[in-house]
C-alpha cells in the first residue's frame, strides 16, 4: 500500500515538474523572440474574445451587431462607437466583435478537417507505395493543380451560399497539400529501424501507422495546421467578398468589407477596421507556427531551461 502512495506521488511530481519546465522554456521562447511573442499575444487574443463573445455575448457587445439605427448612419469612431456606424447605422465595433468566433470557428474548423483527410491519405500513401501511393498521388496532384479560391468558389455557387456549404467547400479543396507533406513525412519515417522491427515482428500495419508513424509526423502536421488557419480565415473572407460565403445581415469580416467598399474614399474606416481584422488574424497564426516549432522540439525546450 505505501509503496503504492509513493509511487503514484512520484508520478505526480513528475508530472508537475514537467508541466513547471515546459512553462518556464514556453515563456523563454517567447520572450527570445519579439515576434513570436506578438503572434501569441494576438492568438490569445483572438480565442478571449470568440470565447467571451459565444459565452456572454450579450454582456460583452457594446451593441447588438444586428441593431439599425443604434448610431447615426456613418458616424466616425467616438466614445459611443469606437469603430463608427456603418451605412444602416449598425456598430461596427460590436459587429467586428461578433464575427470573431465565426471566423476563427470556420478557420480552425477547415483546417482541422483538411488535416484529418488529407493527412491520413499522405500517411496511408507513403506507408504503402506502388499502385495505391501512385493513385492516390495522382488525385491530390489533380486537386493541387486547381487553384484553391476558384474551386472552392465553383462549389460554393454549386451547394448555394451558407455557412456549412462554405466549410464543406473549403474542406474538399484544402486537404491536398496536408496529404503531399504527410506522405513526404511518412517516407522518411518508415524506413526507420524502430519502424522495420516492429514489421518485422509482425506487428499490425495500423497499429504501426498510428504508434510509430503518425506519432513521429503529427508535430509537423499540427504546426503546419495552425499556420494555416489564418490562410483558411482569409480565404473564406474572401468567398463572402465576392459573395458566395455568408450572406447579410450575420457578422462576418469579408462581407463586412464588400458591403462597405464604397465608402473606402469617403468613410474608409468602415471597410478598412474589419479588413484589419482579416489582416492581423492571418499575421498572427503565421507567426504562431514558429512558436510552436519551438515550443514541441525537445531540444529547443532543453536548452531554455
Do not use: C
Request: aromatic letters at 10%; zero cysteines.
Amino acid at each position: 500500500m505505501n509503496g503504492t502512495l509513493s509511487t503514484q506521488r512520484e508520478s505526480i511530481s513528475k508530472s508537475v515538474s514537467g508541466a513547471k519546465n515546459l512553462a518556464i522554456s514556453t515563456w523563454r521562447i517567447l520572450r527570445s523572440s519579439p515576434l513570436s511573442l506578438l503572434g501569441f499575444g494576438l492568438v490569445m487574443l483572438y480565442v478571449v474574445v470568440a470565447i467571451l463573445v459565444l459565452v456572454a455575448g450579450k454582456f460583452v457587445l457594446p451593441y447588438n451587431p444586428l441593431q439599425l439605427n443604434a448610431g447615426r448612419p456613418l458616424s466616425p469612431p467616438s466614445f459611443s462607437h469606437l469603430f463608427g456606424t456603418d451605412n444602416l447605422g449598425r456598430d461596427i465595433f460590436s459587429r467586428v466583435l461578433a464575427a470573431t468566433p465565426l471566423d476563427l470557428g470556420i478557420g480552425l474548423a477547415v483546417s482541422t478537417l483538411a488535416m484529418v483527410i488529407g493527412g491520413t491519405i499522405g500517411l496511408v500513401s507513403g506507408f504503402q507505395g506502388g499502385i495505391v501511393d501512385s493513385v492516390l498521388m495522382r488525385i491530390t496532384d489533380i486537386f493541387l493543380s486547381i487553384p484553391s479560391l476558384i474551386l472552392a468558389m465553383a462549389i460554393s455557387v454549386a451547394l448555394g451560399p451558407s455557412i456549412m456549404h462554405s466549410v464543406e467547400a473549403l474542406s474538399v479543396v484544402w486537404w491536398a497539400s496536408y496529404a503531399r507533406l504527410a506522405r513526404g513525412q511518412t517516407l522518411g519515417v518508415k524506413n526507420q529501424l524502430y519502424v522495420v522491427a516492429a514489421r518485422a515482428s509482425g506487428t499490425k500495419e495500423h497499429i504501426i501507422l498510428g504508434r510509430h508513424v503518425l506519432r513521429n509526423i503529427f508535430d509537423t502536421l499540427f504546426i503546419y495546421m495552425t499556420m494555416d488557419i489564418g490562410t483558411v480565415i482569409l480565404t473564406f473572407s474572401t468567398l463572402s467578398f465576392l459573395g458566395v460565403g455568408i450572406q447579410p445581415p450575420t457578422p462576418e469580416w469579408g462581407s463586412m468589407v464588400i458591403n462597405a467598399n464604397y465608402y473606402i474614399s469617403t468613410q474608409p474606416w468602415i471597410p478598412l477596421i474589419p479588413g484589419f481584422a482579416i489582416f492581423f488574424s492571418v499575421f498572427a497564426f503565421s507567426l504562431i507556427g514558429d512558436v510552436l516549432r519551438d515550443i514541441l522540439d525537445p531540444k529547443t525546450r532543453k536548452s531554455m531551461l
